[in-house]
């Protein structure tokens, strides 16, 4: 069975730090892998999506990487702002036409004035 | 842009009333999903639809029915509501197919009093 760890929970930084969100997940076999952001009380709004073939997606300020040989994702965000003070969730989706996503919990990121 | 539109962002309910969520998505998407979200536990899957008038169960179906008779709206039933329900409801949808990532609402807090 397929598992998603987002480690920390938590994260606190200042402003203007880069910084990199990680996301592991046990089973390689994977169609593509997504990152989420959500706002207290809001819903997922996603930010990136990778596709299995793919290595990296970026959009922004953002950029995600996808390793599926380690089991591993990043997302990297540059130059951070309070306004990117959210919960991030990766959530990766099995091979099949109609499989469903495996959620991580999710890292709820700070970024400090 | 496309849209999934959850039709209440608060609900408060009483137990034993038969609620309805009702969600709608105009990307013609064929399948959609319903979400519980709960602290410490993540999001789970509580029914989902591959076309109309086709649903499965998830991971917690109990409590919980669904309806799908038009391929744009999914609605979640719970008969006879309880306080252990009381959650952020979310809604999402997706094109089959590896390449397609899926769109979330804005979410329904439920509070079952």
Same mark, same amino acid.
């Given at each position: ?113 | 842009?496309? +849209? ?5 962002? #608060?609900? /408060?309910? $009483?137990?034993?009333?038969?609620? =309805? ?35 499965? +169960? ?5 409590? #919980?029915? /669904?309806? $799908?008779?038009?391929?744009?709206? =999914? ?39």
């Amino acid at each position: 069975k397929q598992e998603v760890t987002q480690i920390p929970a938590a994260l606190s930084v200042p402003e203007g730090e880069n910084l990199v969100l990680n996301c592991s997940f046990t089973d390689s076999a994977i169609y593509n892998l997504q990152w989420f952001r959500q706002d207290p009380g809001k819903g997922l709004t996603s930010l990136l999506l990778i596709q299995s073939s793919q290595r990296e997606q970026t959009s922004g300020r953002l950029n995600a990487s996808l390793d599926k040989s380690s089991g591993r994702s990043t997302l990297y965000i540059a130059a951070s702002q309070p306004g990117d003070s959210a919960t991030y969730l990766c959530a990766v989706r099995p091979p099949g036409a109609n499989s469903k996503l495996t959620f991580g919990k999710g890292i709820t990121l700070s970024v400090r004035p | 842009d496309v +849209k999934v539109t959850q039709s209440s962002r #608060y609900l /408060v309910k $009483r137990t034993g009333e038969k609620v =309805f969520l009702e969600c709608v998505q105009d990307m013609d998407h064929e399948n959609m999903f319903w979400y519980r979200q709960d602290p410490g536990l993540g999001l789970r899957l509580i029914y989902f639809s591959y076309d109309v008038k086709m649903k499965e +169960k998830g991971d917690i179906p109990e409590g #919980y029915s /669904v309806s $799908r008779e038009k391929k744009e709206r =999914f609605s979640l039933i719970l008969e006879s509501a309880s306080t252990n329900q009381t959650s952020m409801y979310l809604c999402a949808s997706r094109v089959p197919g590896q390449v397609s990532g899926y769109t979330f609402g804005s979410g329904t807090r439920l509070t079952v009093v």
